[in-house]
């Protein structure tokens, strides 16, 4: 089989920096090729500015005139429109925060754009059962087969360094900006004996300020180069997640990978086993996170067994529900579904 990995025309792929999707995609390329078919990515990258992807979709027809392929898989509402306006049957993984927040009128119109695309898809991945349902339920019928299938996550990349943890540092890792709430984080880690360093990229001086301010020590590092976000997953003790809105999030996957234990609010349920592998706490409010967050992270703080225990329970799960190979087996099966000859469009 020959699949077509369509990018979004803004980052590189395989991402030189920030790229979440762009680094999905690359790993789902190397998982594709390794059980035995053809996979390309399809990308052209301009100036990094998120306008570019129409750019990128206007050209892409002519793009795929020169290509030969069994399947088209689009990760982005905008590519995936074009695609589908042309005709052209495709697979639709959508990532965006747009199913859940829309603040904007930008936000709203990708809203818009996400569910023309699921509507105009030959089938649809939805990360998780929680999108699959908000899918069912906001998009209008008749549309495509909704599946879950998650992506997955390197166990051999992340990986723990049990002698390395002190219980002194919880990780955060993300853009630093007002919808991951990380002033929370640092909120809850006041007298936990944990301190925060923050990795991810700082658009937003102003709001960083406020992120450092909230807390005691807090460490903001920027955006930060592979090999030393890897030593970060290995050395540090506890991932903080307290992001308002997430559909599947690497940063959690590559916690329970290391074997870190995941305390985290609402946007992170039913990613991992609440009380197993992590807790997911009240995120009602920023105090309600407070109370019930620094509960949990002085208790794992102060607590070595509870720390290995909860993080061999992650990393158990990191290998078995987000292994690379089991996500592939899965793709494949929905990639032939939508090749066969008398599947019709939705």
């Known amino acids: 089989m020959r699949i077509l990995l369509i990018g979004g025309g803004v980052h590189p792929i ?35 500015r998120m306008r570019d992807e129409y750019a990128f979709a206007w050209e892409l027809p002519a793009l795929l005139r020169r290509e ?5 898989h689009a990760h982005t509402p905008v590519v995936a ?11 639709y993984t959508s990532h965006s925060r747009h199913w859940y927040f829309r603040e904007r009128w930008t936000h709203r119109w990708g809203y818009w ?3 023309r695309a699921v509507r105009r898809a030959r089938a649809v991945v939805a990360l998780t059962e929680r999108l699959r349902r908000t899918m069912e339920s906001t998009v209008r019928a008749p549309h495509a087969p909704l599946t879950v299938i998650p992506f997955g996550v390197d166990s051999d990349r992340f990986r723990p360094d049990w002698g390395r943890r002190t219980g002194t540092t919880a990780l955060g890792v993300g853009v630093v900006l007002p919808f991951k709430r990380w002033e929370w984080a640092a909120a809850a880690l006041r007298g936990t004996g944990l301190s925060l360093k923050l990795a991810g990229p700082i658009p937003s001086p102003a709001y960083a300020d406020s992120v450092r301010a909230a807390g005691d020590g807090v460490e903001l590092l920027g955006e930060v180069a592979p090999d030393e976000l890897e030593r970060l997953f290995r050395e540090s003790d506890v991932l903080v997640h307290p992001s308002s809105v997430e559909i599947l999030s690497a940063t ?7 074997g ?6 609402s946007a992170l349920d039913g990613v991992f086993d ?6 997911v706490v009240d995120d009602a409010s920023a105090p309600a996170f407070r109370r019930a967050a620094s509960d949990r992270l002085k208790a794992l703080g102060s607590d070595a067994a509870l720390r290995r225990r909860v993080g061999d329970a992650a990393r158990e799960v990191a290998r078995t529900r987000y292994a690379w190979p089991e996500v592939v087996r899965a793709h494949l099966a929905v990639y032939a579904e939508a090749m066969r000859p008398n599947r019709g469009p939705p």
């Open 68 to 72: 030969r392929y069994d399947v088209l």
């Open 252 to 258: 959690v996957l590559q916690a329970l990978a290391a």
């Open 14 to 48: 395989p991402p030189t920096g920030y790229g979440a999707v762009e680094q999905i995609i690359t790993e789902l390329q190397r998982g594709l090729r390794a059980a035995g078919h053809e996979a390309e990515v399809v990308n052209r990258v301009r100036h990094r």
């Open 113 to 115: 754009l996400e569910r």
């Open 81 to 91: 429109n074009r695609l589908a306006g042309g005709g052209r049957p495709l697979v």
């Open 274 to 279: 609440s009380g197993t592998t992590g807790w």
């Open 260 to 265: 870190l234990p995941v305390v985290g609010g």
